[in-house]
């Protein structure tokens, strides 16, 4: 990767402190060895595995370690491996060797077994490690520290694939590994202790845990539990986020609504606001199983019809905060492309509806799944159901909490577009998941078989980037999902919260609470 890319990157880790004032006291509200974090919602599961929702990554990768992960410049690297692969001269095997002595929260040393039994469930029950199984020969244990992964054919993304925190390939305690999880036993800084629904998911510092040596580095490197207790707590309510973290209630309040900011700005230097750069790109999921938009001609109609800088504006309001952009990776990174472009941020209302007639539209309502905990996920939504209907074309908004969406979104009886969002990521195959057709909006061509093929088995980053842009034209022809532009975050924490690094998952290991 370039030097270029690196910087790009390195710089979206980076937080824009913006306001600072005379130190307020922080409340007695959260005791000193102890940290209350307000998430957007209750998370639907705490299995890493299970879901790609980002709030279930975000509590989990505290608890649960994968063999390899990011650093500050999104380079993949050991993690509970002891290093990077050894691969065969076709390709095809990977020999991975792990970290001795590492211990589980019960007291046991990982093992080669506890591996190879923690990727096969990842296989069986993630929806990117089913995808992923596809290319899986084999998974073997070779010796008690080695594992063996041998490939049917090349795939450039599987350390990335191995590294990624949402849908996360963990490696379990073997004994703790079962069709539905009840012990939560990983090798994290954080050890599970409690979950209240509706009120917390309580963690505490994991005495035993062996650190890797490096410095931090983003996800990468030494993680130290300086914190005793982790208390995530869910707040559906943005407005109840920001008021929390005003008050001194809340040591670190995550997604804020962009028109707060000026609040936080003038609170004083008890509150720090963060907005984090190129944090991420808003998409529509697209049913293309059933229902009115399991036609590719309505699909291309509804994407005539949408303005994506009107929805983009209405979301985040403050120029600050978003970009209007065809192209779904940054200009600079070597994936960057504008194939496509024609057919973004059209907005051409008649159009849309001369091409839905034609496709043989017959008013059926387009029901458009969101949920309030994500303000900007809400008011995107009001703007595409407008937008549909002035092209003619019904729209039913269904507002529901994020839990109920991850939940309906699996049963494709259930609705016809949803509103969601992802970091930015420098391998095409880590996101959306929809490019893998096992996850929500089963989207499945020939097309996108034929091109995404060639990119995951060219292994030359130089040829794989020059291939993104003929897969990102098919997105554009067939429309399973629509990349609405790019945003940056806005998050706050208290002025006691020390030492936390802005990310796509916020993570608090080698963070401190205390006074000034």
């Known amino acids: 990767m370039s030097s270029l890319f690196h910087r790009k990157w390195a710089k979206r880790m980076i937080a824009l402190v913006l306001c600072f004032g005379p130190f307020v006291p922080a409340p007695a509200a959260a005791a000193p060895s102890a940290a209350n974090l307000a998430m957007i919602a209750e998370p639907q599961t705490l299995d890493p595995m299970g879901t790609t929702a980002d709030l279930v990554a975000t509590i989990m ?43 589980f929260h019960n007291g046991r040393e990982m093992v080669a077994d506890d591996v190879v039994a923690s990727l096969k469930r990842w296989m069986e029950v993630s929806p990117r490690g089913k995808a992923v199984a596809r290319d899986i020969a084999s998974v073997e244990a070779k010796g008690p520290y080695t594992v063996e992964l041998k490939l049917k054919t090349l795939y450039a993304p599987l350390l990335s694939q191995l590294a990624l925190p949402t849908s996360m390939a963990a490696i379990l305690a073997k004994e703790s590994i079962a069709p539905q999880l009840k012990d939560f036993i990983g090798t994290g800084p954080y050890k599970f202790k409690e979950r209240r629904p509706d009120q917390y998911t309580l963690l505490t ?42 008050s001194g209630q809340f040591d670190f309040a995550d997604l804020l609504p962009v028109e707060s900011i000026g609040r936080l700005e003038k609170a004083g230097a008890s509150v720090v606001p963060i907005m984090t750069e190129s944090f991420g790109f808003p998409y529509l999921v697209f049913n293309t199983r059933e229902g009115v938009l399991a036609s590719q001609a309505i699909r291309l109609a509804v994407q005539t019809a949408f303005g994506e800088g009107e929805m983009m504006a209405a979301a985040f309001g403050d120029t600050r905060f978003f970009t209007v952009e065809p192209n779904h990776f940054p200009k600079g990174t070597p994936f960057f492309s504008t194939a496509g472009a024609d057919k973004y941020n059209q907005r051409d209302a008649a159009a849309a509806k001369e091409a839905a007639a034609k496709a043989g539209y017959n008013g059926q309502a387009v029901r458009i799944m969101a949920s309030r905990q994500y303000e900007f996920h809400y008011n995107m939504a009001l703007v595409m159901a407008e937008q549909l209907k002035r092209a003619g ?13 991850v939940q309906r979104r699996n049963d494709p009886k259930l609705w016809d577009i949803y509103v969601t969002h992802s970091p930015v990521f420098p391998e095409p195959m880590l996101s959306p998941p929809q490019l893998n057709e096992d996850a929500p909006g089963w989207w499945s061509s020939p097309a996108k078989q034929t091109t995404l093929s060639t990119l995951n088995r060219e292994m030359d980053p ?9 897969v990102q034209q098919v997105i554009y022809d067939e429309v399973p999902y629509i990349n609405v532009g790019k945003f940056n975050s806005l998050s706050a924490r208290s002025q006691r919260l020390q030492g936390y690094v802005p990310s796509a998952w916020p993570f608090f290991w080698n963070t401190a609470v205390g006074g000034k």
Do not use: C
């Open 462 to 470: 130089a040829k794989r980037a020059a291939l993104w842009g003929k």
């Open 61 to 103: 990768q505290h608890v649960y370690e994968p063999l390899y992960t990011y650093d500050a410049k999104w380079n993949v690297v050991p993690m509970l491996a002891d290093g990077l692969p050894k691969v065969s001269g076709d390709g095809l095997t990977h020999t991975i060797a792990l970290r001795q002595g590492v211990k």
């Open 393 to 405: 074309i019904k729209a039913e908004l269904q507002i529901v909490d994020w839990a109920t969406l």
């Open 205 to 246: 510092r994991f005495d035993g845990y062996v650190a890797r040596k490096e410095a931090a580095s983003g996800y990468a490197g030494k993680r130290e539990a300086l914190i005793e207790e982790l208390r995530f707590v869910p707040v559906p309510s943005a407005n109840t986020r920001v008021e929390g973290s005003l």
